[in-house]
């Protein structure tokens, strides 16, 4: 069974202050995708990384997937209160099996005060 | 352009009663699918769809049905509600078969069973 773990499970910190959420495992994703979900809404997709090593960039948010495409990161640098949300990582099985399922990490509860 | 709907948004079941979740996508996706999210757990895929007559079982299977008879509709129906069912429940979809695809999720049914 492909598991991803996903940590910290919690981080609460300053506006302006700089973070990182990691995403594990010891299967092989053909790609990985992370979500932000509000409270009371369905995830929406942020990113999704394919290439081992690919680093991608949305604004203040930087997405890395590991060389091997086992893990992956994602940054965030000075953080706003508009940042707070969970943040799920997702793995899409290697060599497309089930359809291409996704496999979800437990998620990162993000909480940035002014 | 709708998204994927979802209905309803809240339900209180009693131990045993029946129901059927609703989901609906306008995107004229083939790929729909169901998730359950419960606290610290993520989400886990419970049923899937490629297309029109063809489900398949996710990681949590039991106890639900599902059944894709147009494009458009994927019902997620509960036989007999347990308390362990008490969760929330978000349909996605996607535009193919393959990995890379971004999932667009509903924005959830909150289902508590007493």
């Known amino acids: 069974t492909q598991l991803l773990e996903q940590s910290p499970q919690f981080l609460s910190i300053q506006e302006g202050e700089n973070l990182t959420v990691y995403c594990n495992s010891s299967?092989?994703?053909?790609?990985l995708q992370w979500y932000r979900q509000e409270p009371g809404e369905g995830p929406v997709l942020l990113v999704t990384?394919?290439?081992?090593?690919e680093v991608k960039k949305l604004k203040r948010l930087t997405f890395q997937f590991g060389d091997a495409r086992k893990d992956s990161s994602l940054h965030i640098t000075a953080a706003q209160p508009g940042d707070t949300g969970l943040y799920l990582c997702?793995?899409?099985?290697?060599?497309?099996?089930?359809?291409?399922?996704?496999?979800f990490g437990k998620g990162t509860k993000l909480s940035v005060k002014p | 352009n709708a998204g994927v709907t979802q209905t309803p948004k809240f339900q209180v079941l009693k131990t045993g009663q029946s129901m059927t979740l609703q989901c609906a996508q306008d995107?004229?996706?083939?790929?729909m699918s169901w998730y359950r999210q419960d606290p610290g757990m993520g989400l886990r895929l419970i049923h899937y769809?490629?297309?029109?007559?063809?489900?398949d079982q996710g990681e949590v299977p039991n106890g639900y049905n599902v059944s894709r008879s147009t494009t458009e509709d994927f019902p997620l129906r509960l036989l007999s509600a347990a308390p362990s069912q008490t969760s929330v429940y978000f349909c996605?979809?996607?535009?193919?078969?393959?990995?890379?695809?971004?999932?667009?999720f509903g924005p959830g049914t909150r289902l508590t069973v007493l």
């Open positions: 997702a793995g899409a099985s290697e060599g497309g099996g089930s359809q291409g399922n996704l496999i």
């Open positions: 769809s490629v297309g029109a007559g063809i489900t």
């Open positions: 990384v394919v290439t081992g090593g």
């Open positions: 996605a979809s996607k535009g193919d078969s393959g990995s890379y695809n971004e999932q667009f």
């Open positions: 995107m004229n996706h083939e790929y």
């Open positions: 299967s092989v994703f053909s790609s």
